[in-house]
């Protein structure tokens, strides 16, 4: 059983939110509220920022479980072929983030070129797990 609420993605201000319980495997529940916020700075900026909660009710022995899924977003367009955008996820279950930073080049009709900053680290000792730079193209 679950609910969406979606308004225009036309209006600067926009926003989702959906509301999810059923049924998970054979004798679990599931629950899952999650929403998204954006803004859009017309014509050159968008924040928005995604969150989800996932509660799961099992039975024993894993009984009641929960984790927090965060993603804040920002997407800068420099010119119409330029981009320039920063993802931050964080996963409370695993206990790390993630800085994912892309720049993306258009160069011809789906001709892409990307480069990106991969960061991945633990949140209490802010060791790294993994980091990268990367170069697509497409």
């Given amino acids: 059983i679950g609910a969406d609420f979606v308004s225009k993605p036309q209006s600067l201000f926009n926003y989702t939110f959906s509301f999810w319980y ?6 679990g529940d599931k629950l899952t509220p999650s929403g998204t916020a954006g803004y859009r700075f017309q014509p050159f900026l968008k924040l928005s920022i995604f969150a ?37 996820p964080f996963n409370q279950k695993l206990n790390y983030t993630n800085i994912n930073a892309r720049f993306q080049l258009r160069y011809k009709p789906s001709s892409t ?9 633990l949140i209490n000792s802010f060791l790294v797990r993994k980091r990268a730079i990367l170069l697509n193209f497409s």
Avoid at 22 to 27: F, P, S
Avoid at 113 to 121: K, S, T, V
């Fill in 52 to 88: 989800t909660y996932n509660m799961f009710l099992l039975p024993a022995p894993w009984n009641h479980t929960s984790f927090l899924l965060f993603d804040p977003t920002i997407d800068f367009t420099m010119t119409n072929k330029l981009f320039f955008t920063t993802f931050v």
């Fill in 22 to 27: 059923g049924g998970y495997y054979a004798r």
């Fill in 113 to 121: 070129l990307f480069q990106r900053y991969n960061d991945n680290f």
